[in-house]
Structures are given as C-alpha cells and as structure tokens.
C-alpha cells in the first residue's frame, strides 16, 4: 500500500528567504506524486504534480519539487517565500492507474515579515 | 465557469440527525471522491466513485453513506451512526491521470 509521510507539521521562515517542505512516499509501483496547498477554510489547490516524466517539476506560483526515487522523496522548494505563501501544504501519492489518493497531513508555512 | 460546488458551506447538525451535503462538478469528471479533515490528520478518503451507479468504502466510510444516480453529482449524508462528525468535508472530481479538483468544502458542526 501507498503512503505519504510530511516530515514537518510546521515550518516557520522569513519573507524572502528559501522555503524547504519534505515529503517522503512510499509505494509499490510507478506512483505519480502531487503538492497541494490549502488557504484557511478553503479547498484544495493543485501546485504541482510529477507522473514519470522530468524529474524536476515546476508549479504554480514560484514552486518546484524534485522526485528522488533511490531516497523515495519528493521536497517542495521556493527560493524567495512570499508572505501570501503562508498556507497548508500536502503531498499526495498515487499509484498510477489506481485513482486513490493517498494524502500526508500536511505542512504549515508560516511566513513572518 | 467550470468547477465544483459544495453546499451549504456551514452546515449545524443535531445529535441523531442525518444530514447531507451536497457536491456537483460540470468538469464532465468521471471519479468523484469525498474526504473529511481534520486539524493535523490531514484528508482521509470516506467514499469514491469512479463512474455512475458505482461507489467504494474508503478508509473511514463508518456512518456515512453517498449515491451517484448522475455523473455531476455525489451527495455524501452523514447518517446518526457517526459518532464524531464535526469536521471539514471536502469533495473533489478527477479524470484518469488528471490532477484532483476540489470544492471550498462543508464544515459541519454538531450542536
């Protein structure tokens, strides 16, 4: 079975400065991976997602995330945080073909001026 | 526009009632899924549906039961054999190898 495990409940930076969100996974065959981030009392929103193609994945809004299948990582990075960057994050597993989404629970980002 | 609406956005339940909540997409999704979250556990898959007249138990399908009668629609109710049932509800439609797309959510509250 698939799972997805955030390695940080939360994470705290300044304005400006790189932001760093690890995901680790774990599954049993070819999984395609995504980022979501959330807004307080909102949905979901795609960031960016990896199925099997570059390995470096860009997204949304400044962000990318790097697949490392020997380390089985998947780390959200953004070189300069923005404050409007402070939200939930989650990283999602699936194994492709199957349709079940497999979530972590989640990162917060807290960004101080 | 297309999209996914959930309603109501807050939803008050009293104790031994059903509720349900309501989700329909225009994206012409197949799958459609429901999941509850909360703080600090993240989304946790309650139903699925991969296509009309067909649906799946997820991980914590106890107490709640959901239909899919038309493609554009997968109400999820919250019957009185859920026990804890104060939390945030999100609904969410995808296509094969799409990315998921996700309504605002319903927070229900028990009173």
């Known amino acids: 079975a698939q799972s997805v495990t955030q390695l940080d409940s939360h994470v705290s930076v300044s304005e400006g400065t790189p932001v760093l969100l690890r995901c680790n996974y774990s599954?049993?065959?070819?999984?395609?991976l995504f980022w979501y981030v959330q807004h307080p009392n909102k949905g979901l929103q795609l960031l960016l997602k990896?199925?099997?193609?570059?390995?470096l994945v860009k997204g949304i809004n400044g962000f990318e995330a790097e697949f490392k299948k020997s380390e089985t990582s998947f780390h959200l990075t953004k070189p300069s945080a923005h404050m409007s960057d402070a939200a939930e994050y989650f990283c999602?597993?699936?194994?492709?073909?199957?349709?079940?989404?497999?979530f972590g629970t989640g990162t917060r980002l807290l960004v101080s001026p | 526009d297309g999209g996914i609406t959930q309603s109501p956005k807050y939803l008050f339940r009293k104790e031994g009632q059903n509720v349900t909540l309501s989700c329909e997409q225009n994206?012409?999704?197949?799958?459609m899924y429901w999941y509850r979250q909360d703080p600090g556990q993240g989304l946790r898959l309650i139903y699925y549906?991969?296509?009309?007249?067909?649906?799946q138990k997820g991980d914590i399908a106890e107490g709640y039961s959901v239909s899919r009668e038309k493609k554009e629609s997968f109400p999820l109710t919250v019957t009185s054999a859920q026990k804890n049932p104060t939390a945030f509800y999100l609904c969410a439609s995808r296509d094969t190898d799409t990315e998921a797309f996700f309504g605002q959510g319903t927070r229900l509250t028990v009173v």
């Open positions: 549906s991969q296509i009309v007249n067909d649906f």
């Open positions: 999602v597993v699936e194994n492709t073909g199957f349709q079940k989404l497999v």
């Open positions: 994206l012409n999704h197949d799958a």
């Open positions: 990896y199925t099997s193609a570059a390995t």
């Open positions: 599954s049993s065959y070819s999984p395609s």
